[in-house]
């Protein structure tokens, strides 16, 4: 009788620690993974990335693969390139991301140089750019003032005019209204086929902040003013 008394005890001891373990595990809470910080740039996938440098290669683009680099606040290069010809001069173009120079490339040779030639009688001698890379939060919108631009990720360019092989030099700054209707065509035409080709495309039409400027972002917004 003894034995027997024992070993319920000790089952009843063995169920008592398992119904103990059993609360215990119910408030402890759940564990989660830690948020993103908020420092930390968005990444293209290494599948996209890899897709878009072979569209370069086929679309016959010279370009150099950069490093990436994470460099805070929000800042940085991921899956960029550094555009060394893509048929036509560009000046002042630093790093871009991928998709950002495909679409640009793109805009330059299918839009902006068969416009020129066929609105304004001039080959493209070459496209002026005012940047790509800025650490910098968007400017000219108070609403969104405390938003990283694409500019921090390399994600968008701005252009501020083109030459022609005549001489003749087009701005948006100058020419945006200008008194020729050949060159408001043309600056037109060249902003609509950007709207084609870029998720974000603003000029002087949107806000004074961009009255020198087109501003060309790889976004999927489908913003177009």
């Known amino acids: 009788m003894l034995r027997q008394h024992r070993g319920h005890g000790r089952v009843a001891a063995t169920a008592l620690a398992l119904l103990l373990a059993g609360c215990g595990s119910r408030e402890r809470p759940a564990q989660q993974r830690p948020a993103p910080s908020r420092d930390t740039i968005s990444r293209p996938s290494v599948r996209d990335t890899a897709q878009c440098l072979g569209d370069l290669h086929r679309e016959a683009v010279?370009?150099?693969?950069?490093?990436?680099?994470?460099?805070?606040?929000g800042c940085g290069l991921a899956g960029t390139v550094q555009l060394v010809d893509i048929g036509v001069p560009v000046t002042n173009l630093g790093a871009v991301r991928c998709g950002e120079a495909r679409a640009f490339t793109s805009w330059v040779r299918n839009g902006v140089a068969p416009a020129a030639y066929q609105i304004l009688g001039s080959e493209l001698a070459r496209v002026e750019s005012m940047g790509s890379y800025a650490c910098r939060n968007v400017v000219g919108s108070a609403r969104s003032a405390s938003r990283r631009s694409g500019h921090a990720i390399a994600n968008a360019v701005d252009i501020g005019g083109v030459t022609l092989k005549d001489g003749r030099r087009i701005s948006i700054l100058a020419d945006w209204n200008s008194p020729d209707p050949a060159v408001r065509r043309f600056l037109q035409t060249i902003h609509g086929s950007a709207c084609k080709r870029f998720g974000t495309v603003l000029s002087p039409d949107y806000n004074a902040a961009h009255h020198n400027h087109l501003h060309?972002?790889?976004?999927n917004a489908h913003l177009c003013r």
């Open 216 to 219: 060309l972002e790889d976004d």
């Open 62 to 73: 010279s370009f150099r693969v950069l490093p990436d680099k994470d460099l805070g606040n």
